[in-house]
């Protein structure tokens, strides 16, 4: 499978603590997007990083990409009640022109 | 508010019928996209409309039938569904190809019985 792999698959934590989601994929990528979605509702667009890129900032948001060891990382920090929601990262994988999103993260905050 | 409507937002049909779901963006992008989501899978790409065109069909069953009259309008025609295909349907759009962020609608919560 292409898809990338979302670790850990859930993740509870409190309220003013960081939240560190990872994502792994096993072929080359053209760019790496990561994407929240809060239940029962559409995915909305957080960061785009391109395979050429390390580190972008968005906010209280910031992901990193190791082409290399072929992953990302979405942190999060000063967490929120809020930023409860799914996580997932999505990747273009290069010569292919489809999205393809991994399981996801749950990410709970409890206030 | 998206930019990206989609209705409706629950719908409940039986095998034999025939339905249509309807997604509009008003965001002047070029390309659209039907995503199903079901329970514990990821993100199933259904099909890729660019500029009206369709560039991609995921392998999906014939029982899915898309339309895409304009680049702001897409619809999926369902008709003889399985329960197994009950899911949350998603439409997203982009200005370019996947090379450019999507943004999706709110999906309509399919249920088959």
Redesign the interface.
């Known amino acids: 499978s292409q898809?990338g792999e979302e670790d850990p698959q859930a993740l509870s934590i409190q309220e003013g603590e960081n939240a560190t989601m990872n994502c792994s994929y096993k072929t080359s990528i053209?760019?790496l997007?990561w994407?929240r979605q809060n239940s029962?509702?559409?995915?909305?667009?957080l960061i785009?990083i391109r395979s050429n890129e390390r580190e972008k900032h968005s906010g209280r948001l910031r992901v990193t990409l190791d082409t290399s060891k072929k992953s990302s990382s979405l942190l999060i920090t000063a967490s929120r009640a809020a930023d409860t929601a799914s996580y997932?990262c999505a990747t273009?994988f290069q010569g292919a022109?489809?999205?393809?999103?991994?399981?996801?993260t749950r990410l709970t905050i409890n206030p | 508010e998206t930019g990206v409507t989609q209705t409706p937002r629950h719908l409940v049909m039986g095998m034999t019928n025939k339905k249509s779901l309807k997604c509009e963006q008003h965001l002047g992008h070029n390309a659209m996209y039907w995503y199903k989501q079901s329970a514990k899978k990821p993100l199933e790409l259904m099909f890729v409309y660019n500029f009206k065109e369709q560039t991609e069909n995921n392998s999906v069953p014939s029982r899915f039938s898309p339309e895409c009259p304009n680049s702001s309008h897409l619809f999926l025609h369902l008709h003889t569904l399985q329960p197994e295909d009950s899911a949350l349907y998603l439409c997203a759009s982009s200005q370019e190809t996947v090379l450019s962020p999507l943004h999706f609608g709110n999906g309509t919560r399919l249920t088959v019985t």
């Open positions: 898809q053209n760019n997007q994407y029962g509702r559409g995915l909305v667009h785009l997932f273009v022109q489809k999205l393809v999103f991994g399981q996801g």
